[in-house]
C-alpha cells in the first residue's frame, strides 16, 4: 500500500493543509488537534489511494445504488407547518428569525 | 414471560391473555433498569409514553383487534426522530433535540400498535463499527462486557442480544446492522436500498442508507421488516413496489423454501481468513438442506472500502452542514462572529471520529481532486454493482462472513482508524451496490458468537427469510444466550 497520497491532479504537494479544510468545514481546529488529524487524514487518504490501481477507463460512475433517478412531485404545498412548534429547539429565536451574531455592522 | 421470548412467541401469548401488553411492557421496562447499567445499551427510556401506548393496545385487543404486531415492546435505535422525545444519533451536537416530527419508520410502527420502551446507543451519527464514538460512552458486549457490541447499531445488538428486547430497529449504511448482529450473536437485515423509508432518519450517507430489524430469529426479522418496509412518499429514493410475499408477512410469517437454492461463495471474501469455523460448519449444514455450493468471484471487492470511505465520508461532510448552531443542536457559548458561531459549534458538538470524516469527505470533494477521487469511486462502484448482477446469474443468494473477527476488545482499534474501517470489508460491498443482506449467528470463536451474510439480488428479502428461517429449524445458533447478562 501506497503511504502517500498519489492522486494529485495538478501535479502540486498533496500535503494535506488541515487549517484550509477545517475552514471549508467550518470546523475550529488549532494546534496540537490540528498535527494529530493530518496524520490522521493521511493515513486515510493513503488507504483510499489504493484504489487508483483499479481500471475505469470507459465506465461511467453511480451515484444511486440502484441506478435509478430520485423521484419529482409536483410543486405544490403539502403541509402547513407551526413555526413555533419547528422553532421550539432553536437556540435563539425572535418573531419566527434564527437570531446570530450581528453581520452587517 | 421468558426474557428470551421472541415477538412471534409474546404476540401468541398476548393473544391467548397470558398476560395484557401493560403487564409485558412493564417487564420490558424493569429489563431495561436493570441490565442497562452494565451495559449502556439505552440512551433513553420514555415509560411514560410506552405505558400509554401499551393500555392503547390492550383496549384495541379487547375490542377485537387481532393483528400480529399490537402490543408488542420493541426499542428504537436513536438515530429515528421522535415526536416530543430526545433524538440524539448518539451526539453531543443533538444531546438536547426533540424532533417536532416522527421519523416514517417511527409512524410506521406505532400504526401497527408497537411500542416503543426506549431508544438504544450508537456510534455518533452511525460512523463507528464498535460503538465507541458514542457521546453518551461505550456499550458492552452482553457476550464478554470488556470487548465492543459492533456499530453503529451496537445498542440495538446488545440489547437484543441480553434479552432485553426481542427487536430493535437498526440503520446500515456500511455494515451497521449486520455487523453488530454478528458480534452480538444476533439476526441482523439490512433490506434493500430504498425499501424502508429514510424519511426522519437521520442522514449519515444518503446514497446508502438504510433502515431494518435487529432481532433473535429470523422470523421476528420478517415481522418487523412487514412493518417497517413500504413507500413513502416523503423520501424521495422510496421505492415503489408490490410484493404479495412482504404485504403478507406479519399475518403469515416466512413462507417455506420449497426448493434448492445454489449458493454462491465468493473467493475474494474468504482467501484470507483462516478463522471462519462457523461458516465452514455452516456449508456442510447448507449442504444436508439439499442446496449447491458453488465458488464465485466479485473480483472488484477488495476496492471496497476505499470506495466506501471516498462516498459516505463526501456525503457525511454534505449532510452534517446542517449542524450550525442556528437552527437546532449545539451552539456554542458567547459566540463573537457568524463564522465564529459556526467553528466553535461544529467544534464542540462534533467528536474526533465525525471530524475526520467531515475533513475527508471535504478533501476529496475539494477543488482538483473531485475526479481523482469522488468520480473516481462512483465508477468503481458501477464495476462493484456489475460484479454482484453477474453474480446472479449464475447463483441464488451469496454467502459469506459478516465480519473479519468476532468481538474485539475495547480500545483495541481506537487508535488505528484503518484497520477500524478495515472491520466493514464484508459488508460495505453489498451496501454500495444496495442490495439487501442478513446476518445470521452461525457458530462461535472462542466462546464469541460468529456470523454469516447471506446476500440476495434487489428486492429478494424473501429468499434470504426463507433460507434464513430454514436454517434456523435446523440449528440452534440463534437460541445461545450469554451466561451473566448484568
Given amino acids: 500500500m501506497s503511504q502517500e497520497p498519489t492522486a494529485d491532479p495538478e501535479g502540486e504537494s498533496n500535503e494535506i493543509d488541515v487549517g484550509h479544510l477545517a475552514a471549508l468545514a467550518r470546523l475550529a481546529i488549532h494546534g496540537d488537534a490540528s498535527a494529530k488529524i493530518a496524520d490522521d487524514l493521511q493515513a486515510i487518504i493513503a488507504m483510499i489511494d489504493t484504489m487508483q490501481a483499479v481500471n475505469t477507463d470507459g465506465v461511467e460512475p453511480l451515484s444511486h445504488p440502484l441506478d435509478t433517478t430520485a423521484r419529482l412531485r409536483s410543486d405544490e404545498v403539502t403541509e402547513h407547518p407551526d413555526p413555533a412548534h419547528f422553532q421550539s429547539g432553536a437556540p435563539a429565536t425572535a418573531d419566527h428569525y434564527y437570531l446570530v451574531p450581528r453581520v452587517v455592522e | ?486
Fill in chain 2, 1 to 486: 414471560m421468558s426474557e428470551y421470548s421472541s415477538l412471534r412467541e409474546m404476540s401468541a401469548d398476548l393473544a391467548k391473555g397470558a398476560y395484557s401488553s401493560v403487564e409485558l411492557t412493564q417487564a420490558h421496562l424493569e429489563r431495561i433498569q436493570t441490565a442497562n447499567a452494565a451495559l449502556n445499551c439505552f440512551i433513553s427510556t420514555n415509560a411514560e409514553s410506552a405505558l400509554a401506548a401499551a393500555t392503547k393496545a390492550d383496549q384495541q385487543r379487547a375490542q377485537g383487534d387481532q393483528r400480529a404486531t399490537l402490543g408488542l415492546p420493541f426499542a428504537h435505535k436513536d438515530i429515528f426522530c421522535t415526536r416530543d422525545i430526545l433524538t440524539t444519533a448518539g451526539s453531543k451536537m443533538l444531546s438536547n433535540f426533540v424532533a417536532p416530527y416522527d421519523a416514517t419508520v417511527v409512524s410506521n410502527m406505532a400504526a401497527a400498535g408497537m411500542i416503543s420502551v426506549g431508544k438504544t446507543n450508537m456510534d455518533e451519527f452511525a460512523m463507528g463499527s464498535s460503538n465507541e464514538n458514542s457521546f453518551f460512552g461505550t456499550v458492552s458486549n452482553p457476550w464478554d462486557h470488556t470487548r465492543v457490541p459492533g456499530g453503529s447499531s451496537g445498542g440495538s445488538a446488545a440489547a437484543v442480544a441480553a434479552g432485553i428486547v426481542a427487536g430493535a430497529t437498526g440503520t446500515d449504511t456500511g455494515g451497521s446492522i449486520r455487523q453488530p448482529a454478528a458480534l452480538c450473536g444476533i439476526t441482523g437485515l439490512k433490506p434493500t436500498y430504498g425499501r424502508v423509508s429514510r424519511y426522519g432518519m437521520i442522514a449519515f450517507a444518503s446514497s446508502l442508507d438504510q433502515a431494518g430489524p435487529m432481532t433473535r430469529t429470523a422470523e421476528d426479522a420478517a415481522l418487523m421488516l412487514g412493518v417497517m418496509a413500504g413507500f413513502d412518499s416523503k423520501d424521495s429514493t422510496s421505492a415503489e413496489r408490490h410484493d404479495a410475499w412482504l404485504d403478507g408477512v406479519v399475518a403469515n410469517g416466512i413462507a417455506v423454501l420449497d426448493r434448492p437454492l445454489t449458493i454462491g461463495l465468493p473467493r475474494e471474501y474468504f482467501s484470507d481468513n483462516p478463522n471462519f469455523g462457523g461458516i465452514e460448519a455452516a456449508k456442510t449444514e447448507l449442504e444436508k438442506m439439499g442446496h449447491t455450493l458453488v465458488d464465485v468471484s466479485l473480483p472488484h471487492t477488495e476496492s471496497a472500502v476505499p470506495v466506501y470511505y471516498v462516498l459516505a465520508s463526501a456525503e457525511a461532510s454534505t449532510n452534517l452542514s446542517r449542524y450550525d448552531g442556528v437552527r437546532f443542536g449545539h451552539r456554542c457559548e458567547d459566540p463573537q462572529s457568524l463564522q465564529d458561531l459556526y467553528e466553535r459549534s461544529r467544534e464542540e458538538g462534533f467528536g474526533a471520529e465525525v471530524k475526520r470524516r467531515i475533513l475527508t469527505g471535504t478533501y476529496t470533494l475539494s477543488v482538483g481532486y473531485f475526479d481523482a477521487y469522488y468520480l473516481k469511486a462512483q465508477k468503481i462502484r458501477r464495476l462493484i454493482s456489475e460484479d454482484f448482477q453477474q453474480a446472479f446469474t449464475q447463483v441464488d443468494v451469496l454467502l459469506a462472513p459478516t465480519s473479519p473477527t468476532p468481538a474485539f476488545e475495547k480500545n483495541q482499534l481506537t487508535d488505528d482508524h484503518v484497520a477500524m474501517y478495515q472491520q466493514d470489508l464484508f459488508t460495505v460491498p453489498t451496501s454500495l451496490a444496495g442490495l439487501p443482506a442478513m446476518s445470521l449467528p452461525c457458530g462461535f470463536s472462542n466462546g464469541l458468537p460468529m456470523g454469516m451474510q447471506l446476500i440476495a439480488p434487489a428486492f429478494r428479502e424473501d429468499l434470504l427469510l426463507e433460507l434464513a428461517a430454514q436454517y434456523q429449524r435446523q440449528t440452534d445458533w440463534h437460541l445461545k444466550r450469554p451466561e451473566a447478562v448484568v
